[in-house]
DNA sequence: TTTCTCAAGTGGTCGGACCTCTGACCTCTG
DNA sequence: CAGAGGTCAGAGGTCCGACCACTTGAGAAA
């Protein structure tokens, strides 16, 4: 078979830097409101040059999970202070972080903002969104249905539908959730679920959104939502009791 | 009356060059998609430190307005391919880039959301946080309804209802709107509307929380949202016409 | 006691060197 | 004449070590 390569590019220093604060704040290493060590220090340890933990220590502040005071510090800050959705994205990194409540309140806010995507999508595309989709969907149909392509076929519907809406916002949040797919995939995408129906109920989507039916397409959705929730929160809940996913667990 | 000044850290010089490139950005001086400026010629032109440059850079990647990549250059990016709600509020720092088509598409999202908030604060409140508002509430009676403390009542509000959503995602939303609500402040809250009845409308907004009756908290803040909306749109298009947000206008 | 001064600690900036990756061009080879 | 590797300039990545600017608190001075 031929060789399937992933580019990567290779994480710099600050990259490193950067997921390892992240990582001690989020779970918990240094509390909110605590101060984490001086720029030399950060470094020395690390082993890394100053200018390596000062970029990564502006990223973090661009998350708002650190502000930073001239002479007196860098200081953490709880993530629900943040106004910036990608520390949520962040803390779904953290398995240590993930629990099913902070699941179930990611798959609320998604179902909210993505039931009205869609139904702005359906008032307001052009024939040009949806030339994508179709064009997509007819190239796909030959194809096998793997949780790969079930998955690619998610993210472009997704990425789709906020173009379409027509609301840069909604778009945003939009494009924040295909990162989140790609970064929940396993959870849903995967043998275990059938995803063979998927194509077809896309077709749907499609043509109700053609018809500017925002009600089918949303009740479509609905359905598709229903189904991938009740998959993810019990895929959740057996990593969690596995303890896998949510806080440390005492050692039995 | 008492002075409340609000300290102001003095921006650093990366602050300055993070504003001009991301003001450069998003006026369309570099096409999406164009090349920035190496890092050498930016310190250069601008008279500071390659460092200053770089911590720069490192915030408008946070923002994804650019992608930087090693050995060929950094990338300027689409505001509608970022993931990061935070340049819908850059944008909105930027006169030229205002237009009242982007304000409507922001309040629209404002609207689906904090409606959204409020049902899911009525639902899911705990007693300690309606208690801050109460005594908020009953210290504010005394005083006179300026626009500043107008404001400042909403962002309050609004701050509560994020963290009673119980909803981290909805909170973080949330504290966005508020930055946005001390940016945009001046657009609505002025001399020219009539505030005086602000105080009462939330206190309204607090009893219904307390019942938790959602479809009337919600109600209430409809008919809040409808008056503010409205008066933001007719503010945007006065300016709009004046030439004073919105694309350059070709001197007459 | 109160006020002032100053030193230590921390982030901010500097410049200038070197490393590593990318892409275009060159050169060798079959 | 492709197609392979080699070379080099240009771009970002890292490092060093020094100095500047702000904050705080201890200790000196009033």
Known sequence: MALTLQRLDAPSRSDGVFEQLRHQILTGAVPAGGRI????????R?????SSVREAIRRLE??????????????????????????????????RAITVDL????????????????ELAAQHHRTEHLADA??????????????????????????????????????????????LLRQLGP?????SRDHRRSLETHRRLLVALEARDADEARRILEVMLDYSEQAILEEAERLEAAG??????PAP
């Open 62 to 95: 661009g998350l708002d999970l650190v502000t930073v005071r001239h002479g007196r510090g860098t200081y953490v800050r709880h993530a629900s202070e943040s106004s910036a959705l990608q520390v949520v994205e962040a803390l779904l990194r953290e398995p």
């Open 103 to 118: 699941l179930r309140q990611t798959l609320l806010f998604r179902r909210d903002i993505v039931l009205r995507v869609v």
């Open 46 to 50: 690390l082993g890394v040059n100053r």
């Open 134 to 179: 179709r064009a997509l969907l007819d190239r796909e149909s030959a194809e096998g249905a793997t949780p790969a392509r079930a998955l690619e076929l998610d993210v472009a519907m997704n990425r789709l539908l906020g173009e379409a809406s027509g609301n840069l916002m909604y778009q945003v949040v939009t494009n924040l959730f295909t990162r």
């Open 244 to 249: 896998v996913i949510g806080p440390e667990t």
């Open 187 to 191: 959870l849903y995408y995967n043998e």
């Open 37 to 44: 060590p001086n720029e030399r220090d950060l470094a020395a």
